[in-house]
Structures are given as C-alpha cells and as structure tokens.
C-alpha cells in the first residue's frame, strides 16, 4: 500500500432485507464516488444484514454484482448467486416462536446487573425462542466461500452476541472464538424471537444488533484514515408516517442514530476520518416500516442508488456525515 492510498474501512449495519438492499444501493454509490472498490477496504465490519454482504464483498463478490443481482440480471462476470432476497429470509412475519424464554442466564444477568445490559439485549434475553431457519443465508455464504475461510484481505468481523453472557463477540478477529464464515453470518442475523439462536462450539450466539447497530467503535484502535459506514438503521432526515406503529419506529430509529454517531465519535477522536450514510426522507417512505417486507426491496434498492449518490456529492471532500 502507497503512501498516498488511504487505510479504509468499511462498517455495514443491520436492517433487514430492506436494510440489505438500500446498503447494497449505497455501496455502488459509494464505489462510483471514490473511484474504490469496497472490497479494498483493510478491514469490513458486519452486523446482520451488514454481515451477509461482508461476507459476500470479503469473498469477492462486487457492488455491481449484488445490485445486479437484486434487480434479477446475471451480466457477464458476475458469480451465479443462487438465493431469492424474496424467499430465502422466510418472509415478512416470524414462525410462531417457542413459548420458552430466549436465554434465561442473559435474563439473570439482566436482573441482577441492569445497567450492564443494553436495552436491546434484554428484550433479547425475554424474547420467546425463534423458530425460523437461516440455512439458506448459510448456504449462499459457503457458495461464494467453500473453504468458510477467513479472509486475509480484506479481513472481515462478523458480530453476533454471546446468547447467555450477553458479549459482543467479533468473528473473524483474531480474539473471537473459531467459527467458519458461514456459521458467523448465521449468527449474526439471528433475531431474537424470529430465528433459533445459532451454535458455535456449544455456544449460542444471537443477532450483533442487540448490541449496537454498527459496531464500528470496534475500529477505535485500528489506525485508519477513512472508515465508512451503511448504516440502515441510522437517519439524519425523517419522513412523517401516519400509523402508530410507523411514528414508533422512527423514535427508535432516533435512538439508533444517536448511538451510531457516539461510536462513530469515538474513531473520530483517535484520528479517522468518518462517513455516515443512512436512509433520508425518500428512502424511509419506500422502507415503510417493516424491514423484512420484501416486497418494497426492489423500489429500496432504486431509490437509495440515487439519494446515496446525491448525499455523497452534498458532503463534498472531506466526507464527513451524510443521509
């Protein structure tokens, strides 16, 4: 690496399909923006949804490949991906749960130490045991990564959370527990009370978002002069839903940005450079407010391949917050 080319990486959020397809919209921006492939980045972090295209983009699969793939087209040079965004995460609703509580030592922990446990990870530890597979985002992992090896370049961290002692693990780091890619990508989008927890080597591990959408504080120490960050759950311009449940979302949503930009304060002030990206005003009235509504996934894709673009022209050199 040159002098002159900046040390990068690359954070992808949860979000759902919907989240998926409008970081898949804004990662193609983002590409024709800097003129830098993301998978150039030294290091990609990826939570949930952020971590099937981690693991995808460490795997050499480009941003142009995966939008072609959302809208259905297989150009030449793209990997052949067998998976349907519209089927392969078992629709719009969870199975009917297990009427069993999700992790009772997280509970206990929770009961005992509760301002050691984040909100989210305690309506985790309550959640009814989830039913639904993730087999299918296994498989299209190990298609585009047979071995399930890690990566050396880029270097990919999956995070998922530790289902009984509530830890953010960070696969893939060189302090994580083994895990092969796949089984890592499983994990980590396993929701509490949708999907069944996911065992590693006798442990269950849960969606990373119960514990922070981003995680990208976990780059604090890395060195790097840029890091760039897809966060679907993050928003610096809101639309006005009219349902109960569409202005609820949004106020959560308000605390999720506030917890993104805290963290990404902290790599900030140990002298990064940070570009946030998050879904604007048009790209929330196309979300809607279900993530998982798969049938608005084609419309996210198009309509964050042109705010993505224009948010990043709005920012301007140095980037430094966008959305």
Excluded at 195 to 206: F, K, L, M, N, P
Excluded at 217 to 245: I, K, Q, T, W
Aim: hydrophobic residues 45%.
């Amino acid at each position: 690496m040159t002098a002159a080319t900046p040390r990068r990486g690359l954070v992808l959020g949860g979000g759902g399909v919907l989240g998926a397809s409008w970081m898949i919209g804004a990662l193609s921006a983002l590409e024709q923006a800097l003129g830098w492939d993301p998978r150039e980045a030294e290091v990609i972090i990826g939570t949930s949804a952020g971590s099937v295209l981690a693991g995808l983009l460490g795997s050499g699969v480009g941003a142009q490949s995966l939008v072609n793939h959302q809208r259905g087209v297989l150009a030449p040079g793209d990997p052949r991906i067998d998976f349907d965004p519209d089927t392969a995460s078992g629709g719009a609703l969870p199975p009917m749960p297990r009427l069993r509580i999700g992790s009772r030592a997280l509970v206990a922990r929770t009961v005992l130490h509760p301002r050691r446990v984040p909100p989210l990870a305690a309506f985790a530890a309550f959640a009814p045991r989830g039913r639904g597979s993730l087999a299918p985002v296994g498989d299209l992992i190990r298609a585009a990564n047979p071995s399930g090896a890690w990566p050396a370049a880029p270097e990919v961290w999956v995070v998922a959370m530790d289902y009984d002692s509530g830890r953010r693990i960070a696969f893939g780091r060189g302090d994580a527990p083994a895990a092969t890619m796949p089984e890592a990508v499983m994990s980590s989008c396993a929701i509490p009370g949708w999907y069944a927890a996911v065992e590693i080597d006798g442990r269950r591990y849960v969606d990373g978002g119960t514990l922070s959408p981003t995680s990208i504080d976990l780059l604090c120490d890395r060195g790097l002069d840029e890091v760039y960050v897809l966060a679907p759950m993050a928003s610096f311009d809101y639309d006005e839903p009219a349902s109960m449940v569409g202005r609820m979302e949004r106020r959560f949503r308000r605390a999720m940005t506030k917890r993104v930009l805290h963290e990404a304060g902290k790599v900030r002030r140990r002298g990064a450079s940070v570009t946030v990206l998050g879904p604007g005003r048009a790209d929330l009235e196309a979300i809607g407010v279900n993530l998982m509504d798969h049938r608005r996934r084609k419309q996210v894709l198009e309509v964050s391949l042109t705010t993505t673009a224009a948010a990043l022209a709005d920012a301007g050199p140095p980037l430094s917050a966008a959305g």
